[in-house]
């Protein structure tokens, strides 16, 4: 049954609301981004290829490929100046919620062992749910040197029914901490 739900489940990376994503981001600074000007896809991590399906995939692919043209760089099918790995990690977690109820009966008089102004009492109620936490990450190497220099990568509670556009959001977000920014 695990099996069968995690693919179902890890497709789901592709986060409900942008806002709930985090983005992380490195490069290296020695690195002048402006002299790239093609991309080409190494592909999708094995893992990956089993948890997301060949339409959402596309889906990203599209939304990467927006994010990189608006940065002067075109797609070519092998030998880019720069080559562009994609892969999805998944996390299962446990959260706990907690709820105060205050209650002050009588208005905030109580009564006990005397009567008298005080605090009344409060319960604390707790719940614990499971979620899946899930990282899109995205790589870029220089093609010629063979070495990573820039990667980014986004992280947040999965959505069980990704749009195509919390996808493309995603992927802007994701984008946005690129050296080269969109051209207008």
């Known amino acids: 049954m695990k ?15 942008c806002s ?20 080409s896809y190494l592909g999708w991590n094995e893992n990956s290829n089993k948890m997301i399906n060949d339409f959402d995939r596309k889906r990203v692919e599209a939304a990467f490929a927006e994010e990189f043209a608006k940065r002067g760089l075109t797609h070519v099918m ?4 720069i080559e562009v790995s994609l892969f999805l990690v998944t996390e299962e977690k446990t ?8 209650y002050r009966p009588y208005g905030g008089y109580y009564y006990g062992s005397a009567w008298g102004w005080g605090g ?8 614990q749910y499971d979620y899946t936490e899930g990282s899109l990450v ?4 220089d093609a010629s040197e063979k070495k990573l220099i820039w990667q980014s990568v986004g ?15 995603s ?5 946005s901490l690129y050296p080269i920014k969109p051209q207008k």
């Open 95 to 102: 959260a706990t919620q907690a709820y105060t109820d205050y």
């Open 3 to 17: 099996k069968i739900i995690l693919p179902i489940l890890s497709l789901l990376l592709i986060f409900s609301s």
């Open 155 to 169: 992280s947040g509670t999965m959505n069980d029914q990704p749009t195509n556009q919390s996808i493309i959001r």
């Open 78 to 81: 092998t030998g880019g100046d």
């Open 120 to 127: 009344g009492y409060a319960t604390t109620t707790y719940h």
């Open 138 to 141: 995205c790589d870029v190497f």
């Open 20 to 39: 709930s994503l985090k983005v992380t981001a490195d490069y290296d600074g020695s690195v002048d981004f402006t002299q790239y000007k093609t991309y």
């Open 171 to 175: 992927v802007q977000k994701i984008m």
